[in-house]
């Protein structure tokens, strides 16, 4: 059953990390994650090279306002700086099953 309804964005503050909704600004620094072969690999995706193109027209309109069946992506902060992403989808809603997709893009972690 696709359910079409949009969720409301939602944001976690912690005392030293925050997730909040990805923002298009965010968009840069997720290419670079992406195009960066040590965060990567464990998912076995070094070869996935997107350009800033692809995610801008492929993949943000998804992101920016994700139905409860898509795929809803967040930003990961610590201090203050975006270190890497978090991401979750609803794969079975009827079951409760989801899966999550976290990456941390900042090399200095």
């Not at 990805?22 to 040590?38: F, S, Y």
């Not at 809803?72 to 099953?97: P, R, T």
């Amino acid at each position: 059953m696709e359910n079409e309804s949009k969720m409301p964005p939602v944001s976690l503050e912690g005392l030293r990390v925050s997730i909040r909704p990805v923002a298009k600004e965010d968009l840069p620094a997720i290419r670079g994650w992406w195009n960066d072969p040590t965060v990567m690999r464990e998912l076995r995706a070094e070869k996935f090279k997107p350009s800033l193109q692809y995610i801008v027209e492929r993949v943000w309109p998804i992101w920016k306002e994700p139905s409860l069946d898509q795929y809803h992506e967040f930003v990961i902060h610590f201090g203050g700086k975006a270190i890497g992403e978090i991401g979750y989808a609803l794969d079975d809603a009827d079951q409760s099953i989801a899966s999550v997709d976290i990456k941390i893009g900042d090399p200095s972690l």
